[in-house]
Structure formats: structure tokens, C-alpha cells
């Protein structure tokens, strides 16, 4: 699933910062309901990690993606989501949007 922020061109994997203090099914929980609206239980399980510099940030930034198996598929936009779909990661293969890339790459 991937979602489109309100001031983004692109579709990207939901997802965000992970906030001091929280546990990580609660962040994943949070950033589940923030992006794709979604409520309820779920299973998740880390399948990739990166470290990269984040120039925009002046940062480090670890990217952790996670396959989540919801308890149920009821999705919508969330706050900060414009739209959301299920789509076929080769369908970045040739984007030149950053993030739509970094999908392609890390589920081809």
C-alpha cells in the first residue's frame, strides 16, 4: 500500500517518525491511523533497514519497512494522506521521484 501526503507529488510508503517513549507496535500503530486511517489489530515484521544521509535534515536517518498484516483491510486516507492504493512496485521502475525509487528497489 502506499499512500500521496497532502504537499506531495508522489506516493510513498506510509509511515513517519518514530516518537521518544513509544513502543514500536504503537509507533507502527500510530503511523498506520495518521496515514491510511487505519484502526485495529496487526502483525508486523522489520524486512529491511537503510542508513542514509538526510541532506534536507542535516541527519542520519534509519529506514526500517515492516510487512504488516492488518486484521482487517478497513483503509481510507488519513490525516495527513491525500489518497491510498494497493499498487505493483514495478510500476515505480522507471519513476524519477525519489521515494517512488526507493519502493521499486527495495520490493523488486
Known amino acids: 500500500m502506499v499512500c500521496k501526503e497532502y504537499d506531495s507529488t508522489s506516493w510513498s510508503l ?15 500503530a500510530r503511523e498506520l491511523r495518521e496515514e491510511v ?15 542514509f544521509w538526510l541532506e534536507s535534515k542535516q541527519a542520519w536517518l534509519l529506514w526500517i519497512v515492516y510487512d504488516v498484516i492488518p486484521d482487517n483491510q478497513n483503509f481510507t486516507t488519513g490525516e495527513y494522506c491525500s489518497m491510498v492504493k494497493f499498487i ?18 527495495y520490493f523488486k
Open 14 to 28: 506510509p509511515g513517519g517518525g518514530w516518537d521518544h517513549g513509544e513502543t514500536e507496535k504503537e509507533a507502527l
Open 37 to 51: 486511517g487505519y484502526v485495529g489489530g496487526f502483525k508486523s515484521t522489520p524486512v529491511t533497514t537503510s542508513v
Open 88 to 105: 505493483n512496485p514495478d510500476e515505480f521502475e522507471n519513476s524519477n521521484h525519489k521515494t517512488e525509487g526507493w519502493i521499486y528497489e
